[in-house]
């Protein structure tokens, strides 16, 4: 980690008194000056610009609205809202102000906070690898798209090219047109034929060979992630003017445009009406939780990372409540500019908007929308301009996943690592790219898909729920609180401390129960994954979440003195305050044991998930 001196507050950085845990050092609490050996931000809005197009994805454009009307509609926003107001926005602005106030990384930030938990650290890291393998891959294939919009007549127009095949069913301005379970669009075959080529390959069991086009694509992606985060946030912060402000031109005028088409408001009708009695039901909340969740963020270290080279004084608070907002009506609108499209297929097809609206995921970004843009006067023009928005959305979460382990390896292991990030970020972009090989094969859709579910899932709401706890609990509400009081000069309210030490993590719980106890089947393009390969997916979930109790234990094992000696304080206490780790140990004995406990749960409600499938064969 870079230098960093320790000095006491003063003035408004300063702690008024002791908080009221028994065991706190009185004296006034300690804050991290930043030096000039850390990088900053050039100005503050390429730090909310990052963090807005981090949170900002893909998943915004497609997630959000097709949840929306599959529970409930209009209704769902009512727990959509409660799920943000109580569980969402307080961890997004608990990492805004761990990384700000800590100034480092996913991994050693742990230092300050709880060591005991550092692997936390780790599995972070590891999931966002995952996740690098797969989300960059969707964007190459909407640079396939992109490059492939430059024509007069786009290729999923019609049926008359060389992939496509006689159940190929064109339906846009010709009459009589009879639309059959067998039926396939022009826009569906070229997705699944053209880019993916999915039928020369039938399943994971034989993925076939790699498609040049793609890795081509992807290689052309790596490279612009690479020139954007070489040189730290300087770079990235300038990139950033671009690729998190076009999406929401684009959006502006794919609603307008989709506004002017005929049967639009069925769209707008189905996507909002309200379903009241879906709000009687487990899995609405369930989901809403999710995906606010998933939407905003937390627990990805991408938070902690970009906040971690913001001034100390600068207003996390405010951040955190104006780019939460930003995210949640991105989300709300996005789904005008999908069901406007979507009712107007629903017109041209004659049939219901709940039949055209079926598909979910990339689907409904790379077959759905598609078609109906090759079908409005200009196409070329709203084809390029949509997947430039979706390159720009996947770009600015990309920047955001990798320089969370950029930062976070980078601080961890400054002596070997700090004047040579260029070298590093450009061995971590290439591993990033070999382990996306795998899913650019002709069945690569389908590794997509598993490491989609399985590689972030459920993993990564525990390591968030175990991250709540620790600062919470261990580290303290009240230290917490200081800390927050020393950056801002106000502590947070009553309500901010009720969700961080209760409700949050409730949330996350809620959350991981539900999950465990309703596996859903795992199908794509009428594959059936089979028993194997859920269990290969349940492998990599543990794979990441298992360095939390590996480290544990190693710091337990390889720490001198016995649990109650002061001398192994190291284990659960920050190294800027002087608390006597027997009082420590005392307070939250039991909740470590809970924590403990919870882990081998989770554990084994996987080796159970697993456990059934071998069964079954």
């Not at 969707?138 to 090219?161: E, G, R």
């Not at 789904?335 to 406007?340: D, L, M, R, S």
């Amino acid at each position: 980690m870079p230098h960093q001196e320790q000095a006491l507050a003063h003035g408004n950085l300063c702690a008024p008194g002791p908080p009221n845990n028994a065991g706190y050092n009185s004296n006034p609490v300690p804050v991290i000056i930043q030096t000039e050996s850390r990088d900053k931000w050039s100005k503050k809005m390429d730090f909310l610009l990052s963090v807005i197009g981090f949170a900002v994805d893909l998943g915004n454009v497609w997630r959000f609205p097709y949840i929306c009307y599959q529970n409930g509609g209009g209704a769902f926003l009512i727990p959509y809202v409660l799920m943000a107001v109580f569980g969402g926005v307080p961890l997004f602005y608990m990492e805004l102000a761990l990384g700000q106030f800590h100034r480092t990384g996913a991994i050693s930030i742990w230092k300050h906070i709880c060591p005991i938990f550092k692997g936390i650290g780790f599995s972070i890291c590891v999931i966002a690898l995952y996740v690098s393998f797969y989300y960059n891959t969707i964007i190459a294939w909407a640079l396939f798209y992109f490059y492939s919009s430059f024509s007069s007549t786009l290729p999923w127009t019609s049926c008359d090219n060389e992939w496509n095949t006689e159940n190929c069913t064109n339906y846009f301005g010709k009459d009589n047109v009879t639309w059959t379970n067998y039926s396939r669009s022009p826009a569906e075959e070229f997705y699944t034929r053209n880019v993916l080529a999915v039928h020369e390959s039938s399943g994971l069991g034989n993925v076939g060979y790699i498609r040049w086009q793609l890795m081509l694509c992807l290689f052309l992606i790596f490279t612009i992630v690479y020139f954007s985060l070489w040189k730290g946030v300087k770079t990235s912060g300038k990139v950033v003017w671009v690729t998190a402000t076009l999406p929401y031109v684009v959006l502006l005028i794919l609603m307008i445009r989709g506004a002017t088409l005929p049967g639009a408001w069925k769209g707008v009708v189905f996507y909002l009406n309200p379903k009241w009695e879906k709000l009687q039901e487990t899995s609405v909340w369930v989901d809403a939780a999710a995906q606010i969740f998933f939407s905003l963020g937390p627990g990805f270290g991408v938070l902690l990372a970009l906040s971690s080279y913001n001034p100390f004084n600068n207003n996390c608070y405010r951040d955190a409540i104006v780019t939460s907002l930003v995210n949640c009506l991105t989300s709300f609108v996005s789904g005008f500019v999908i069901f406007t499209v979507l009712g107007y297929m629903a017109e041209q097809r004659n049939v219901n908007v709940e039949d055209v609206a079926r598909d979910k995921g990339p689907s409904l970004l790379f077959i759905t929308y598609p078609e109906a843009i090759a079908n409005m006067v200009g196409s070329t023009f709203f084809a390029i301009i949509f997947f430039v928005m979706m390159i720009t959305l996947g770009l600015d979460s990309t920047f955001g996943g990798l320089e969370a382990i950029i930062t976070a390896v980078m601080d961890e292991y400054p002596d070997t690592l700090s004047h040579r990030r260029e070298l590093f970020v450009l061995a971590l972009v290439v591993i990033c790219f070999l382990g996306s090989l795998s899913t650019l094969t002709k069945g690569g859709a389908y590794v997509v898909k598993l490491l989609e579910e399985f590689g972030v899932g459920s993993s990564i709401i525990a390591i968030v729920f175990l991250e709540a706890t620790a600062v919470s609990w261990f580290y303290g509400i009240n230290r917490f609180s200081n800390d927050i009081k020393s950056m801002l000069g106000y502590s947070p309210g009553l309500f901010w401390k009720v969700c961080w030490v209760a409700i949050s993590p409730a949330f996350l719980a809620y959350i991981i129960i539900s999950s465990l106890l309703n596996p859903q089947p795992l199908s794509l393009f009428d594959y059936e994954f089979p028993d194997w390969s859920i269990t290969v997916g349940y492998i990599i979930g543990a794979s990441s979440f298992i360095w939390i109790p590996i480290y544990m234990v190693y710091k337990l094992v390889w720490t001198p003195g016995s649990l109650k000696q002061p001398g192994n304080a190291q284990l659960g206490e920050s190294r800027l305050h002087d608390r006597p780790y027997e009082v420590l140990l005392r307070q939250n004995l039991v909740l470590l044991i809970s924590v403990l406990s919870t882990l081998l749960v989770v554990m084994i409600g996987m080796a159970v998930c697993v456990y059934k499938p071998l069964r079954r064969r």
